[in-house]
C-alpha cells in the first residue's frame, strides 16, 4: 500500500469526526492536523490553533517546546505523485522568509510564534527546526547541498525535508524490512586502540566476545549512512518501537559543529554500545578516513544504547561538503563498545534484552520506562484485548488488529455490555475499538493532575524521563483493569456528548474527568472510580451534571474557549458552577 493512502483514511476519519473544523473538508488542511496529531503528539483540542495556514507559502502550522526551548515551522505540502517541489520555492520561501520574518520581528501570522522566539533567540539551548512534509518521493536535485550549507551557516537552525518514505518511517517509529542483511566496517587509529575481550583465548567465565573501539565520528557517520541507503533498520526494535524516532540532542550537535570544541568530543560523550553477529579481526591497512590506519568487520549491527548520539553525528556531518569531511573531522573520536552476540540461542537472547535495558538505565529509556514499556503497557493490552478493546502502544498496532479482526463479532461479543452500561452505541468496525496509549494516559493524567496537565503537556506524557509519564505508569499499576477502561470509557462518553451537543464544546472530555476526580472520587481517590461508575444510572448523571457545569464555567470563565483549555482550572468557579448545576438534577 502506498503509504499516502494511510495518509487519508486517517484525514477521513479526521473530517468524520471533526466535521465542524473549520477547513478539515480540505485535504491539504487537514494533512496540516495529521502531521501535527499523528507526528508532534499534540492534542486534538489545540491543533486548530497551531495550524497558520496552507497556502501562503510561508509557515503552515507550529510547535513550541518551552522545556527544551525548540521551535518547529512546519511546511507541509499535500502533493499528488506527479507535482514536484521547486528548486526556488525550497531555497526562499522554505528556508528563508518565515526566518528573515522572526528574525525581524515582523511576522504577523501568529503572536505567539514571535514572541516565543523573541524569547528564546539568544539562549544557549535554543534550536529552531524548519520541517517541510512532503506527501511524494519526488526529490529536488541539488537542493540537499543548499540545505547543508543552510546548517552549517545557521548552527541553531536544523533544516530538513521529509519525503514521503520519511513520513512513513516517522508514523511507524520503525523501518518495515524484516531480514535485512548488512556489512559494514569500523575503523579505529591501530591495533592499540582497539581493546580485545576474548573469553576464549583469555580463559574467562563470561559469554560474550566484545571490543571497546577508538572510533572517528566519520566512521560511525559512514555506518549510518550505509545502513540507510541499504534500508537496513540498525536501530534496536526496542529503542525503535517504544520511543520512536529518536531526535538529535543539542549539546551533541553543536558540539560536532563547532571547529573549536569538536576534538573534545570523545570526552564528552559516553559512547556507543552496538550489538552484531559476527565481529571479525582487527585489520591493518590504508583507509580512506585519517587516524584510522586499521578496520573492523562487523555483520548486521544493531545501535541499542547511543542512538541520539548516532543520529546526532549523522545530522551534523551530513552538513559538511564531502570533499572536507575527513579533513574538518580529523581529530574527532567516540568509542563504541561492539559485542558478538547469536540472538537464536535463547540464554542469549535475554542476555541482549538486559543490556539493552541496562546500558539505557542512565538515558532516554531507562530500566524503569524498558519494563513499563514491555509489561504494564502490554499486559493491559492483553487484558484490554480479552475485554474487546484494543489498546494501541506504537502505530504498527493498528495494522495489526485490522489483520487479526477482520471479523469484529469476537470483539464485540466481549465488550457490548460495558459498552451499553456508559450509553455507547455498539461498535460496527474494528477500528472504533482501537484506544490510543497516548490517548488513555491523558485520561488518567486528568484524573490524577486536572484537565488543564491533559490539554497543555500531552507531549510530555509518552516521555519516560518526565513525571507525567511516572504518574500515568503508576495509576495503571495501582488499579484493575476493569478500573482502567471504565475511566477511559467515562471519557469516550464525555466525547461522543461533546461531538453531539449543540456547541460542539460541551461537557469538556478531560475537565469532565477532572472534576468526577475531585468531586465524585472525593479528591482522587483511585477506589472510588469502580463504585461511582458501577452502573447506568449514576454515569448517565455524571454526563448530564457536568455538560451543565463545564458549559456555565465556560461562560463565566471570561474568555475564548481556545484560550480557556490552555490555562489553569479555577476551582472555586468550577465548584461554584457544580454547587449550581446540582440542584437542577
Same mark, same amino acid.
Given at each position: ?368 520506562? /524498558?519494563?513499563?514499556?514491555? !509489561?504494564?503497557? $502490554?499486559?493491559?493490552?492483553? *487484558?484490554?484485548?480479552?475485554?474487546? @478493546? +484494543? &489498546? ?76 507525567? /509519564?511516572?504518574?500515568?505508569? !503508576?495509576?495503571? $499499576?495501582?488499579?484493575?483493569? *476493569?478500573?482502567?477502561?471504565?475511566? @477511559? +470509557? &467515562? ?95
Amino acid at each position: 500500500m502506498d503509504f499516502k493512502e494511510q495518509i487519508l483514511e486517517d484525514i477521513r476519519e479526521y473530517q468524520k469526526e471533526f466535521p465542524n473544523i473549520q477547513n478539515i473538508h480540505k485535504n491539504e488542511w487537514a494533512f496540516n492536523f495529521w502531521i501535527l496529531d499523528k507526528l508532534f503528539n499534540e492534542d486534538e483540542d489545540l491543533i486548530e490553533t497551531k495550524i497558520i495556514d496552507y497556502h501562503d507559502m510561508g509557515v503552515d502550522c507550529y510547535e513550541i517546546f518551552e522545556e527544551s526551548e525548540d521551535i518547529y515551522l512546519i511546511q507541509n505540502k499535500f502533493y499528488s505523485d506527479t507535482t514536484s517541489l521547486s528548486k526556488d520555492y525550497i531555497e526562499n520561501d522554505f528556508l528563508l522568509r518565515p526566518l528573515n520574518a522572526l528574525r525581524q520581528g515582523t511576522y504577523r501570522k501568529s503572536q505567539e510564534l514571535q514572541n516565543a522566539y523573541n524569547k528564546y533567540k539568544e539562549h544557549p539551548n535554543f534550536m529552531l527546526h524548519l520541517h517541510l512534509y512532503v506527501t511524494n518521493n519526488l526529490k529536488v536535485q541539488g537542493v540537499e547541498d543548499f540545505i547543508k550549507q543552510f546548517n552549517a551557516n545557521n548552527p541553531k537552525c536544523i533544516a530538513k525535508i521529509f519525503y514521503l518514505d520519511d513520513i512513513k518511517e516517522q508514523y511507524y517509529g520503525e523501518l518495515f524490512q524484516v531480514k535485512k542483511h548488512y556489512k559494514t566496517f569500523i575503523h579505529t587509529k591501530n591495533n592499540g586502540t582497539v581493546l580485545n575481550v576474548l573469553p576464549k583465548d583469555y580463559k574467562l567465565n563470561i559469554p560474550l566476545t566484545a571490543k571497546y573501539v577508538f572510533a572517528p565520528v566519520v566512521s560511525v557517520f559512514k555506518m549510518y549512512q550505509g545502513a540507510k541507503e541499504n534500508n537496513y533498520p540498525i536501530f534496536d526494535m526496542n529503542i525503535r518501537e517504544f520511543l520512536g524516532q529518536t531526535g538529535v540532542n543539542k549539546k551533541i550537535y553543536n558540539t560536532l559543529m563547532n571547529k573549536n570544541e569538536r576534538h573534545n568530543f570523545f570526552y564528552y560523550n559516553n559512547g556507543i554500545t552496538i550489538i552484531c553477529d559476527k565481529i571479525g579481526t582487527t585489520e591493518t591497512k590504508n583507509t580512506d578516513i585519517p587516524n584510522a590506519d586499521a578496520l573492523i568487520e562487523i555483520n548486521n549491527p544493531q545501535i541499542v544504547n547511543g542512538c541520539q548520539t548516532v543520529n546526532s553525528i549523522y545530522e551534523a556531518l551530513k552538513n559538511i561538503d564531502p570533499l572536507k569531511l575527513n579533513e574538518e573531522f580529523a581529530d574527532t573520536f567516540v568509542m563504541l563498545k561492539i559485542l558478538e552476540i547469536d540472538k537464536d540461542d535463547e540464554s542469549e537472547k535475554d542476555l541482549y534484552n538486559n543490556i539493552v535495558r541496562y546500558t539505557n538505565s542512565q538515558n532516554s529509556i531507562d530500566d524503569k520506562t /524498558f519494563t513499563a514499556n514491555n !509489561d504494564i503497557f $502490554k499486559r493491559i493490552q492483553s *487484558d484490554f484485548e480479552a475485554r474487546g @478493546f +484494543l &489498546l494501541l502502544i506504537k502505530q504498527s498496532d493498528k495494522n495489526s488488529f485490522k489483520e487479526k479482526y477482520k471479523v469484529i463479532t469476537q470483539l464485540k461479543s466481549k465488550n457490548t455490555d460495558r459498552l451499553s452500561r456508559f450509553g455507547l452505541s455498539s461498535m460496527k468496525k474494528v477500528d472504533d475499538c482501537f484506544i490510543p496509549l497516548d490517548k488513555m494516559l491523558q485520561v488518567f493524567i486528568s484524573f490524577m493532575n486536572g484537565g488543564q496537565d491533559s490539554f497543555v503537556k500531552k507531549n510530555k506524557i509518552l516521555k519516560s524521563d518526565s513525571s507525567l /509519564f511516572e504518574i500515568a505508569t !503508576d495509576f495503571c $499499576k495501582s488499579v484493575t483493569t *476493569d478500573t482502567l477502561l471504565d475511566l @477511559f +470509557l &467515562l471519557y469516550k462518553k464525555a466525547e461522543v456528548e461533546k461531538k453531539a451537543s449543540g456547541d460542539k464544546r460541551t461537557p469538556i472530555p478531560y475537565y469532565l474527568i477532572d472534576a468526577f476526580a475531585k468531586y465524585e472520587c472525593k479528591e482522587r481517590k483511585k477506589e472510588l472510580i469502580s463504585v461511582e461508575l458501577s452502573d447506568s444510572a449514576k454515569i448517565s448523571k455524571l454526563i448530564k451534571l457536568y455538560t451543565m457545569v463545564c458549559s456555565m464555567y465556560a461562560k463565566q470563565y471570561g474568555t475564548d474557549y481556545n484560550n480557556m483549555i490552555k490555562k489553569e482550572v479555577d476551582y472555586k468557579l468550577l465548584e461554584d458552577a457544580r454547587n449550581v448545576c446540582s440542584t437542577v438534577l
